[in-house]
């Protein structure tokens, strides 16, 4: 059936079709036929939502809307950590601006610190540096540079763990329930084009599953972003990641290499 989606396209007048197993049924399949007229979606309806407004969380972020226009609202505490891919102009780096900027709209910098890495050196985070919640903006890592950004990583991770040993905390939530009165807000690491980055410096990738896996408690997230997922997404980096989003990718392996379908 599958096979059929560029006659389908073609038919119906659109640039393509997607068609999938719908969850839980059973011999059955849907098909996702793009709008004609393209509807915005736009941060601050989100931020403005009732939906936003009203979630429980302070670590509540703005995600987008689904097909029928209601607000997709995630958590930061249960992520723990996210993988999104797209190539140029899929809107990766508008992507990762208005999730820094919708998770920074939910929760004060008590609670929530960013560190961003533009390992490219462009311009994706320029607008988010003068949020009170990030805390460092890193670009054109080189050797040395990745090496002590790691180093940093991992004393950060050593802090946090001293600080819940020292409470008898298993993890942020019971060290907030104990002790009120240390302030351990959750920190995101972002890295933009990380797949680059491990190309370059393979042992990056084995630092970063070791901080995905001792962060969950610590409250420590990655947001790691690609054009190019497609030989550095391992099962590691899926093990770790709950929340993967593909955007338009060069080819069908890419997307299986993140969300597991075409």
């Known amino acids: 059936i599958t096979n059929l989606s560029g006659d389908l396209a073609l038919a119906l007048g659109v640039e393509n079709v997607r068609i999938a197993p719908i969850p839980d049924k059973i011999s059955t399949v849907g098909i996702e036929v793009p709008n004609k007229v393209v509807s915005a979606v736009c941060l601050r309806d989100i931020i403005d939502s009732p939906a936003f407004r009203n979630a429980k969380s302070k670590l509540s972020f703005a995600v987008g809307k689904d097909i029928g226009g209601n607000c997709i609202i995630g958590n930061i505490a249960k992520l723990p950590h996210m993988l999104i891919a797209g190539t140029t102009g899929a809107g990766k780096s508008e992507l990762l601006r208005s999730l820094v900027v919708g998770m920074a ?26 949020l009170p919640h990030v805390v460092g903006v890193i670009t054109d890592l080189d050797d040395q540079l990745a090496e002590r950004a790691l180093r940093s990583l991992h004393a950060e991770l050593r802090r946090r763990e001293g600080i819940l040993r020292e409470h008898g905390a298993t993890d942020l939530a019971t060290l907030r329930a104990r002790a009120p009165q240390v302030l351990l807000p959750r920190l995101v690491v972002v890295i933009d084009e990380f797949a680059a980055l491990v190309a370059e410096q393979p042992t990056f990738l084995h630092a970063l599953v070791d901080v995905a896996q001792r962060g969950r408690s610590l409250g420590v997230h990655l947001l790691l972003a690609t054009q190019r997922p497609s030989g550095v997404i391992n099962d590691n980096i899926r093990a770790n990641t709950n929340l993967r989003l593909a955007l338009r990718l060069q080819d069908t392996a890419d997307a299986i290499d993140v969300v597991g379908a075409p």
């Open 105 to 130: 709209a939910g929760a004060s910098p008590a609670h929530l610190s960013f560190a961003l890495v533009d390992y490219k050196g462009g311009a994706t985070f320029d607008a988010c540096a003068a």
